[in-house]
Structures are given as C-alpha cells and as structure tokens.
C-alpha cells in the first residue's frame, strides 16, 4: 500500500532565502499532486507531475518528480510572506479499476518571517 | 470554475446525535470524496464514490455512512457523533478515474462534538 511521508513537518525560514520541502513515497505511483492550504482554507492544486523527470514552475515555487527515487520536491526560491501556507503532496494508489485513490502526506506547516 | 460546495462552515453537534454534512458539486464530475484532516495526520479518506448509489470505504470508514442519491450531491453521516470524531471535514470531486486527476475540493465543515 502507498504511503506519502513529507518533511520537514514545520519550516520556518526568513523572506528572500530559498528551501525546499520533501516528498518519499513507498511504492509506484504514477503522478504526484502538490496542494497549498491557507489556516481556515480548503486545499487549493498548485501541480501535477505525470512523469519520471517532470518539472513545474510558477512564480517561486517549483516541483519535480524523480519517481525511482519516490521522490518529489517542492523547491521554494526568495521565499515571501504569502508563501506562508500548508503544502501538501498526494500520489496516486494504485488498486486498480475505478478504485484507486490519493494518498496523503501530513503536510508542511511554511511559516516564513520578514 | 470547478465548485465544491459544503453545507456548513462550522458546527457543533452533542454526543450520540446524527449528524448530516452535505457536499454539491457543479462540474459533473463522476467522483466524490470524504476526508478529515486532523493536525499531524494529514488527509484521510473516510469514503469515496464514483458513480451515484455506489460507494466505496476508505481508511477510516468507522462510524460513519455516506449517501449518493444524484450525482452532484454526496453526504456524510455521522450516525451517532462521538467526540472521537470532532475535526475538519473536506469534501473533493473530481472526473475520470478517482485518482488519476486532481480532486478539487470544499471549503471544508469544521465540526465538533461535544
């Protein structure tokens, strides 16, 4: 069965530098989900990585799949305020038919400070 | 715009009443889901459905029921609320294959039992 482990739970890291948040999933998925979480919010999709080698962009945030690894990044470049958020991965468990499902990590609390 | 409705923000229900939660979606979309989120656990899948009447547990389905009379409508019921069960509540949706594609989710139902 899939699980989805994501570290660090809690960054907190100054406006202006760069960090990166980890994703290791236990067993093949084909895709790789990144969501964003403001407090009191839904979850919001930022990306969707289809493919061993796949990268995304859009403004500071970028993330990348490298699935022999299991791995997927979710890279943050001059980080500011408004990036403060709960991110989330999701891959996909494969249990055939209609009856596959995504599968969680625990999220990443970003806290950034001026 | 994809919407996913929730019938309520937040709610406070007593020890052993049923309690009803009701998710609309707009888009047509064949799939429906149930989750709570809890600090430090993440998302977890409490139901799914992928086509109206049919249903399918997830992780926790314990102490819980879900109904899908029309497509765009997928509810939850607590049968007999515990304090147990006292968290956020978020409602997804999405087409195609429950989890090839991202699942676009509800505002959420913050709901405490007490």
């Known amino acids: 069965e899939l699980k989805v482990e994501q570290n660090p739970l809690f960054l907190s890291m100054q406006e202006g530098k760069n960090y990166t948040i980890y994703c290791n999933y236990s067993t093949t998925s084909d895709r790789l989900y990144w969501y964003r979480q403001d407090p009191g919010k839904s979850l919001e999709s930022l990306f969707v990585?289809?493919?061993?080698?796949a990268v995304k962009q859009e403004g500071r945030l970028m993330a990348s799949l490298d699935t022999k690894a299991r791995l997927s990044t979710l890279h943050i470049t001059a980080a500011v305020h408004d990036l403060s958020a709960t991110y989330f991965c999701?891959?996909?468990?494969?249990?055939?038919?209609?009856?596959?499902?995504?599968?969680f990590g625990t999220g990443t609390l970003l806290a950034v400070q001026p | 715009d994809v919407k996913v409705t929730q019938s309520s923000r937040y709610l406070v229900k007593r020890t052993g009443e049923k309690v009803f939660l009701e998710c609309v979606q707009d888009m047509d979309h064949e799939n429906m889901f149930w989750y709570r989120q809890d600090p430090g656990l993440g998302l977890r899948l409490i139901y799914f459905?992928?086509?109206?009447?049919?249903?399918e547990k997830g992780d926790i389905p314990e102490g819980y029921s879900v109904s899908r009379e029309k497509k765009e409508r997928f509810s939850l019921i607590l049968e007999s609320a515990s304090t147990n069960q006292t968290s956020m509540y978020l409602c997804a949706s999405n087409a195609g294959q429950a989890g090839a594609y991202e699942q676009y989710f509800g505002p959420g139902t913050r709901l405490t039992v007490t």
């Open positions: 990585l289809l493919s061993n080698g």
């Open positions: 999701a891959g996909r468990g494969l249990y055939g038919g209609a009856t596959n499902k995504l599968i």
């Open positions: 459905s992928y086509d109206v009447k049919m249903k």
